[in-house]
């Protein structure tokens, strides 16, 4: 599985982006989705996770509220929604597919990934 995340920019204070991840190939019934991101000076970290079927959904506490994630069940795309993006959510955005259904917060849950895509908040 190859995956291409998109939809990164620059964007000031309380804007929105939509990110993309497209996928190789159809991610089947087994795949649980997730989205990690890692800021200049930081470790890579969880920042949402869906499962295979796009019902269950975990938040990283810093983006609750105002970060969505959704799967197009008829293709091969996650995306994800980030709205009133602050400045600390820089960082170089990475999307990761799981080979079980439910991928979970660890980076450890996820076999496949995409190369990342940077996203800039201004203030």
């Known amino acids: 599985v190859q995956l291409q995340a998109s939809g990164g920019g620059l964007v000031q204070a309380g804007g929105s982006l939509r990110l993309s991840c497209a996928s190789s190939?159809?991610?089947?019934?087994?795949?649980?989705m997730g989205w990690f991101r890692r800021a200049p000076g930081k470790e890579r970290e969880f920042v949402v996770a869906?499962?295979?079927?796009?019902?269950?959904?975990t938040y990283a506490d810093s983006v609750k509220g105002r970060f969505t994630i959704s799967r197009d069940r008829a293709g091969n795309t996650v995306y994800l929604q980030m709205n009133n993006l602050r400045p600390e959510d820089t960082a170089v955005y990475y999307c990761?597919?799981?080979?079980?259904?439910?991928?979970?917060?660890?980076?450890?849950?996820?076999?496949?990934w995409g190369h990342g895509t940077q996203v800039t908040v201004s203030s």
């Open positions: 190939r159809r991610t089947s019934s087994s795949n649980g």
């Open positions: 869906v499962d295979w079927n796009g019902i269950r959904t």
């Open positions: 990761a597919a799981s080979r079980t259904s439910v991928g979970g917060t660890s980076e450890r849950g996820y076999q496949y």
